[in-house]
């Protein structure tokens, strides 16, 4: 079985679907996607307090 692998991350994929179980490839997909949403989440969270704040800062010079 001759394979020519073409990237480090073709690799990577390749090695997680021979030695890991279809359950645990799907639970660390899962886990990554929560990862991400949470970066979304305190990324709003970061623009909404810098809105607060100029609206603030604009309220108290009135």
């Known amino acids: 079985m001759e394979m020519r692998i073409r990237s480090v ?3 990577l994929r390749f090695a997680e679907s ?3 179980a279809p359950g645990q ?3 660390r997909r899962n886990a990554w996607a929560a990862v991400c949403e ?3 989440y305190a990324a709003d969270r970061r623009h ?3 809105t607060v704040e100029t609206t603030g800062a604009r ?3 009135r």
């Open 48 to 50: 909404d307090a810098v």
């Open 18 to 20: 021979v030695l890991l």
């Open 9 to 11: 991350g073709a690799a």
């Open 59 to 61: 309220a108290v010079r």
């Open 25 to 27: 490839r799907h639970a």
């Open 38 to 40: 949470n970066r979304r």
